[in-house]
């Protein structure tokens, strides 16, 4: 095909896109077993004595194996609200205390395929299951979370975001121009369009109550780019520092719980904003049972070595402007206040591995690593929380689904440690 013009490229890629729509996931059942065994953890018999006692609440769809009841995400999230204005309601509670806000937390792997977006979808709907208002922002090109949870990869994504940090910023040095009698500076169109992109209209609800989505658009490919071209035009606009202040200005941290960010391959400028708007660096390792587990080591220690050069050639460059504006050098600290390590693709076989990487990496290791998921691995399933215990049988499927959720638990007591920290600070 011979094509002429950027206009004929761009109809062919949508012809593309058009013809690979992603499909819609359905809302998956979960069955008592379920709820009772990991999600509300109480007798089955105490859940259908509720149930018959409560008819307003969902009683869910019986099913053919053995009679049991099914329920749809929207009925667990109903039955969750009940159970927590019972007596016994604090332990199904899984909210932030007063006086904190939404932990941000970044999966960071800079040198690629170590389990950055399974980890975070897994983490997400995990933390959705237990009650708490989570949001993915994709920060991947690769844009892998849209498709995990059947949503389009459309829309400007993180980039508006970032964009109206860099479009605010602009506006008040015209401002400030002005009242000098100085012509104001020309703003570009794409920060204009994202000054006027209202951010709630990017998120997207997933079929998990309680979990939504900040897509990575096809755009997301160029805004190492885009980034870098604002900045020319804004030598004051600090790229690595706009993340962290969208989520702020845009009031995300009090309208959610939990932030989780996904990032790409290497260390761009978006890479770095997403990183550095991190309280909490989450970084995936893969276990192997084969001499390969040195080099999931040596890879992670090379990311880190790089990310640590990125962090302080951009303090150097603030330390910079700051003498060049007669102000006090800034303390040299690192932009998040917490490194862990999450193993993941455990199987049998990597006991031994764990076992090892616990006595080298010590408390930023988590204790619990995520399973090794055959269908997750040969692309059946995108999601573990999409699949059907039926399709693995119950014997199979258990001691997978309680390997995920002791890898949630470890997890969120780390969360409650962090907020714990914010309340004292408060």
């Given amino acids: 095909m011979q094509l002429t013009s950027p206009a004929e490229l761009v109809a062919f890629a949508q012809g593309c896109r058009d013809q690979s729509a992603t499909a819609v996931v359905p809302s998956r059942l979960i069955s008592i077993w379920e709820i009772t065994q990991w999600i509300l953890p109480m007798a089955p018999e105490h859940l259908r004595r509720v149930l018959a006692a409560e008819p307003h609440l969902p009683q869910g769809m019986t099913g053919t194996e053995g009679g049991t009841r099914w329920f749809t995400p929207a009925d667990v999230a109903a039955l969750r609200r009940h159970f ?147 900045r020319a035009g804004l030598r004051g606009w600090q790229p690595w520092q706009a993340l962290a202040a969208g989520l702020q200005t845009e009031g995300l941290r009090d309208r959610y719980d939990l932030i989780l960010i996904d990032t790409g391959r290497g260390l761009g400028s978006l890479a770095l904003a997403a990183l550095n708007a991190a309280e909490i660096l989450l970084a995936p390792i893969p276990l192997h049972s084969d001499p390969q587990h040195m080099a999931a080591l040596n890879a992670l220690g090379s990311g880190l070595t790089a990310l640590g050069q990125a962090v302080a050639d951009q303090q150097a460059e603030a330390a910079m402007t700051a003498r060049a504006l007669g102000q006090l050098l800034p303390e040299a600290t690192l932009p998040w206040q917490r490194l862990l390590v999450l193993p993941v693709r455990a199987t049998p076989a990597t006991a031994a591995q764990a076992g090892g990487f616990a006595a080298k990496l010590g408390a930023a290791l988590l204790p619990n690593p995520l399973p090794e998921l055959a269908v997750l691995a040969t692309g059946q399933m995108r999601n573990f929380y999409d699949l059907d215990y039926r399709d693995l049988g119950r014997q199979d499927y258990g001691p997978l689904r309680q390997a995920c959720q002791d890898g949630w638990t470890g997890f969120a007591s780390v969360l409650q440690q962090h907020w714990a920290a914010q309340g004292k600070l408060v």
């Fill in 84 to 230: 927590t204005t019972g007596p016994r309601g604090r332990r199904y509670l899984a909210n932030r205390p007063a006086g904190s806000q939404a932990a941000v937390v970044a999966l960071a792997g800079p040198q690629g395929a170590s389990g950055r977006s399974s980890s975070l979808i897994h983490l997400a709907t995990a933390a959705a299951l237990a009650g708490l208002r989570v949001l993915m922002i994709d920060a991947d090109p690769a844009g892998r979370l849209a498709a995990a949870y059947g949503l389009p990869a459309e829309g400007a994504g993180v980039t508006a975001l970032l964009g109206q940090t860099a479009a605010v910023q602009l506006r008040r040095l015209n401002e400030a121009r002005l009242d000098r009698g100085e012509s104001p500076l020309a703003m570009a169109e794409s920060l204009a369009r994202a000054l006027a992109t209202p951010l709630p209209d990017l998120i997207r609800p997933t079929v998990w109550p309680g979990l939504d989505l900040l897509a990575a658009g096809p755009d997301l490919m160029q805004a190492d780019l885009q980034i870098l071209s604002w």
